[in-house]
T-cell receptor, first 115, second 115 residues
C-alpha cells in the first residue's frame, strides 16, 4: 500500500497474555519507528530501527517489550505478560532515512486494550 | 533532554477566525521543530517543519509557524479557520544532531471549529 500499515487495528487481551503488533512500512523506507500514545498524551518514542538493527531502544519501558525487524522491512512489536497500564495506541512510522529533509510517516496505530 | 509544552488542551474558534495554537519547547541543542495533525481515526500527518532554514515556515492547508529562538516558541497559525481544520494538533521537537530521528511530542491541542 501507499502508507504505513499496522495490524491489528484493535486488540483486546487479558492481563498476563502475550501480544504481537505488526507494522508494514512504506516500501523503500530504511528507518522504522515505534511510538506509544496513551490517552490524553502525545506519542512517546519507543524504538528506532535503521535497516534490520535496533539503533535506539531507549524508549522501551521494560524488558517485557521487544521489537524485531528481521528483513529490514516489516517489524513486530512484542509485549509479554501484558499489564493494564500497557493499554494505549501503538504507532508505527517510517522514513526514507533520518536526515533533516526526511519526513516521518505514521500509520493509523494499533489500539491495545488490556483487561 | 527535550520537552514540549502546548498551551491549551482545547481551542475553539469560529469558522473564518484566526487559528493560533501555542507551542513552547526546551532543548539543550539547536532543535528541529514539527507540527503534526491527527484527524479522527487517521494517523499523524506532518503539517510543517523547521530545520534551521527560514524561521517562518509554511505548511499544508494554509498553516504556518514561526520559530522564535528568544521565546523558545513555535506557534502554529492560520488566518482563517475552516470546518475541515477540526482535529488534534501536536507540536514535536527533535535534536538537530545525531538523534534527529527521535521526536518528543507535546500533549496535543484539540481544535474545534464552530460554524
Amino acid at each position: 500500500g501507499a502508507g504505513v500499515s499496522q495490524t491489528p487495528s484493535n486488540k483486546v487481551t487479558e492481563k498476563g497474555k502475550y501480544v504481537e503488533l505488526r507494522c508494514d512500512p512504506i516500501s523503500g523506507h530504511t528507518a522504522l519507528y515505534w511510538y506509544r500514545q496513551s490517552l490524553g498524551q502525545g506519542p512517546e518514542f519507543l524504538i528506532y530501527f535503521q535497516g534490520t538493527g535496533a539503533a535506539d531502544d531507549s524508549g522501551l519501558p521494560n524488558d517485557r517489550f521487544f521489537a524485531v525487524r528481521p528483513e529490514g522491512s516489516v517489524s513486530t512489536l512484542k509485549i509479554q505478560r501484558t499489564e493494564r497500564g500497557d493499554s494505549a495506541v501503538y504507532l508505527c512510522a517510517s522514513s526514507p532515512g533520518t536526515g533533516s529533509g526526511n519526513t516521518i510517516y505514521f500509520g493509523e496505530g494499533s489500539w491495545l486494550t488490556v483487561v | 533532554a527535550q520537552s514540549v509544552t502546548q498551551l491549551g488542551s482545547h481551542v475553539s474558534v469560529s469558522e473564518g477566525a484566526l487559528v493560533l495554537l501555542r507551542c513552547n519547547y526546551s532543548s539543550s541543542v539547536p532543535p528541529y521543530l514539527f507540527w503534526y495533525v491527527q484527524y479522527p481515526n487517521q494517523g499523524l500527518q506532518l503539517l510543517l517543519k523547521y530545520t534551521s532554514a527560514a524561521t517562518l515556515v509554511k505548511g499544508i492547508n494554509g498553516f504556518e509557524a514561526e520559530f522564535k529562538k528568544s521565546e523558545t516558541s513555535f506557534h502554529l497559525t492560520k488566518p482563517s479557520a475552516h470546518m475541515s481544520d477540526a482535529a488534534e494538533y501536536f507540536c514535536a521537537v527533535s535534536e538537530s544532531g545525531g538523534s534527529n530521528y527521535k521526536l518528543t511530542f507535546g500533549k496535543g491541542t484539540l481544535l474545534t471549529v464552530n460554524p
